[in-house]
Structure formats: C-alpha cells, structure tokens
C-alpha cells in the first residue's frame, strides 16, 4: 500500500475563490472520509462515502462544501467562495470494510488551505 | 451527542520514563469503540491503538496500553518507556453509532532526553 494521498498539500487562495482538494484513498478501500482540523482543535468530521456513495454530511457542513467520488475510487472537495474561517487542514482518510466491527481509518498527510 | 474530552494540552516525559494520557468520553450507544491516533509534527495522523467497548480487557500495543474504565467512561493511554520519537500529539477518538470519528481536541506530548 502506498497509503492515502492527497494534493495539493498546501493552497493559499483569496477571499472569493474557489478551491478543491483531491484525495486518492489506499487502494480496495471502499471508505473514504474526509474531515477539517483547525489549529488546536482535533481534526472535526466533515462527510464520508462508501464507494460512490456519500452516506453521511455533518449538519455543520456550510453548503458551499461539496465532495464527490464519482467512481468510488478518489475523491474531490471543493469550497466555493472562500471565508477566512475556511482556513484549515484538510485530512482524508480511508478504511476497507471488513465486518460488523468498526473499521481502522488511515489518514492522509492533509492538505492546508490558508484564505487570505 | 458523542463528546471526548481531553484534560491535559500538554505533557512531557523523561525519556525511558512511563506517561499516562487521560481521555473521558460520553456516548449514549451501547457498541462503540475508542482510538488513540498519534500526529507527529507536519506529518500525518497515524493509529496507535483500538479498544472494542465490548471487551473487557485492556488492548496492548508494544509499549503502549490502555486503562479502559467503561464504567466511569474512561480511556488513558499508558506509553512505558518513552522515547523521543513518542513526542507528538495524542488525540483520543470515539466511534459510535455512525462511521465518523469524534475526537478531543488533543495532548502534546514532550519526551525530554
């Protein structure tokens, strides 16, 4: 396994802008989660997708985020007119499911989103 | 609501020396299971150790344990002769009636040579 990579690692982009973050999970992994970790805070869970399928958006989730993975494979975020407030870490992290017990999430090295 | 709490922002150890990492915890379901990830500074997140809340005993890890306290809803990590490369930040996550991770908000660990 090449673990779960995503890109780009660091975006700089302004106020306004549009952004979007690609994740490629470990391969055969049909969990894919993504999650946003601001500075001293753990990382807070943003949405999830078993294989194509996005099964769960957190409530906190603005409706300019949206996620796709359109062919259970990567997965793109992307934000849509930018806030300071979006400024964070972005962490993927990915899991195979292999039965009723809960699944071991691998985390990507993220990538930092600064809005200026 | 599922909530974990962290009470210690920061720690340090001795190196070769043993620290214990508090974690409470609250959740109204009755199968969850608990995580400790390890975030080395810039570098990714990476599982140290899981606990199935239906197991009574301890998970182990090489020289990390836990102290899981169902009870009192309690899971410490216990990391026994530490080492430089143990410096990094600890956060305890709770998984519980969905697939998302909830987790505190993290304990920066310090291994002094």
Redesign the interface.
């Known amino acids: 396994d090449t673990g779960v990579s995503q890109d780009p690692r660091h975006k700089i982009t302004k106020r306004g802008q549009n952004v979007t973050f690609r994740c490629d999970p470990i391969s055969e992994h049909n969990r894919l989660y993504w999650y946003r970790q601001t500075l001293g805070q753990g990382p807070e869970f943003l949405t999830y997708f078993q294989n194509e399928a996005q099964l769960e958006k957190s409530r906190l989730l603005s409706d300019r985020f949206s996620a796709e993975r359109p062919k259970g494979s990567f997965s793109t975020l992307e934000i849509q007119r930018t806030e300071q407030g979006d400024s964070a870490m972005y962490l993927c992290a990915s899991s195979i499911q292999t039965g009723p017990a809960a699944d071991t999430q691998y985390f990507g090295p993220g990538t930092r989103l600064t809005v200026l | 609501a599922q909530t ?1 709490t962290q009470s210690q922002p920061e720690m340090s150890v001795q190196e070769a020396e043993t620290v214990t990492l508090s974690c409470t915890y609250d959740t109204s379901e009755s199968d969850y ?1 608990l ?1 400790w ?1 390890k975030q080395p500074p810039s ?5 140290v150790i ?1 606990q ?1 809340a239906y197991k009574q005993q301890n998970a182990t890890e090489n020289r990390f344990s836990v102290n899981f306290q169902k009870a009192a809803k309690s899971f410490s990590l216990k990391i026994s002769d530490s080492q430089l490369g143990d410096a990094a930040m600890y ?1 305890c ?1 709770l ?1 519980g009636g ?9 304990t920066k660990l310090t291994v002094n040579p």
């Open positions: 974990v299971y995580f990830y570098r990714q997140m990476i599982l899981r199935e956060f996550a998984q969905s697939e998302k991770l909830v987790f505190g908000k993290g």
